[in-house]
T-cell receptor, first 113, second 111 residues
Framework: KAGVTQTPRYLIKTRGQQVTLSCSPI?????VSWYQQTPGQGLQFLFE???????NKGNFPGRFSGRQFSNSRSEMNVSTLELGDSALYLC????????????FGSGTRLTVV | QKEVEQNSGPLSVPEGAIASLNCTYS??????FFWYRQYSGKSPELIMS????GDKEDGRFTAQLNKASQYVSLLIRDSQPSDSATYLC???????????FGKGTRLSVIA
């Protein structure tokens, strides 16, 4: 059974640019959550999608957005990149409400220069 | 603001000893509790889940939950150098709420 797949693995972008990250969940998982991980702040919740609907949203500016497609694949977009957006972006999938836990992908390492 | 607190460490234990990792949470209605292990440069990996008060054992790992004290812990018996990693505590309410993580405790097992 394939795991959670995130692409690309690494990205280098310039301030002011925008970026789109992709996440394919485990087959059958309908919930996809996104997290930002930095050394100082740990894992911070960005948003969660279930059946193409945003179910929860964390405390991030509107520059961060996401969506989910009918096949449960999800994308997140960050516009007008800032140096502080440099982080590891992790996607996690779960069957439904997540009570059985979440499985993480390998992450996308974003560096903004 | 729902919070999950962990001692950042590093927690250093000798090989073969018991490592004890602790976590407290602020939201009394939390229902599901998880421990993730994250090696440097890797993504978090789920190692234990616990939902009711008491102990849950899986191999060398034991998770302990005390909802009255809002406290969850992870014990690692016979610690090995390969257990050296950051351990993340995560908490979830019932229903459609996000999984909230602590900042993690870095464990170092010394051979």
């Amino acid at each position: 059974k394939a795991g959670v797949t995130q692409t690309p693995r690494y990205l280098i972008k310039t301030r002011g640019q925008q970026v789109t990250l992709s996440c394919s969940p485990i087959s059958g998982h309908r919930s996809v959550s996104w997290y930002q991980q930095t050394p100082g702040q740990g894992l911070q919740f960005l948003f969660e999608y279930f059946s193409e609907t945003q179910r929860n949203k964390g405390n991030f500016p509107g520059r961060f957005s996401g969506r989910q497609f009918s096949n449960s694949r999800s994308e997140m977009n960050v516009s007008t990149l800032e140096l502080g957006d440099s982080a590891l972006y992790l996607c996690a999938s779960s069957l439904g409400a997540g009570v059985d836990g979440y499985t993480f992908g390998s992450g996308t390492r974003l560096t903004v220069v | 603001q729902k919070e999950v607190e962990q001692n950042s460490g590093p927690l250093s234990v000798p090989e073969g000893a018991i490592a004890s990792l602790n976590c407290t949470y602020s939201d009394r209605v939390s229902q599901s509790f998880f421990w993730y292990r994250q090696y440097s440069g890797k993504s978090p990996e789920l190692i234990m889940s616990i939902y009711s008060n008491g102990d849950k054992e899986d191999g060398r790992f034991t998770a302990q939950l005390n909802k009255a004290s809002q406290y969850v812990s992870l014990l690692i018996r016979d610690s090995q150098p390969s257990d050296s990693a950051t351990y993340l505590c995560a908490v979830k309410n019932s229903g459609n709420t996000p999984l909230v993580f602590g900042k993690g405790t870095r464990l170092s097992v010394i051979a």
